[in-house]
């Protein structure tokens, strides 16, 4: 819904455990910035195994073509990237997923 309403840049903050991390943070948002042809941005948390719970961290961002532009590791840092607002358009040309919901039904 965002992406359809004009989003071009989407934020989720998350904190993924060391199970679901290693196995799925990455590809979830790569995948998430290619269903909705936006750049993703994946903020974690910091990995602190003196806490109750131990965050994956590893930050991501993430192009609308689901190439990773900038990553972190479980360290506490910034995470910067160039994004390129006019790539959006162009994806959306080529890949035209966006112009083919139904959401009428969903």
């Known amino acids: 819904m965002m992406a359809l309403e004009g989003a071009e840049i989407i934020i989720?903050?998350?904190?993924?455990?060391m199970t679901t991390g290693p196995a799925h943070w990455e590809l979830s948002v790569r995948m998430r910035a290619i269903d909705n042809q936006v750049f993703f941005v994946g903020a974690a948390p910091a990995r602190n195994n003196e806490a109750s719970y131990t965050a994956y961290g590893?930050?991501?961002i993430s192009?609308?073509?689901g190439?990773?532009?900038a990553s972190a590791d479980e360290s506490e840092c910034i995470l910067y990237a160039d994004i390129d607002r006019a790539m959006i358009g162009s994806i959306r040309e080529q890949l035209p997923l966006l112009k083919h919901l139904r959401t009428d039904l969903y």
Not at 12 to 17: D, R, T
């Open 67 to 69: 190439d990773i532009i």
């Open 12 to 17: 989720l903050p998350a904190a993924f455990n």
């Open 63 to 65: 192009d609308p073509w």
């Open 58 to 60: 590893n930050s991501r």
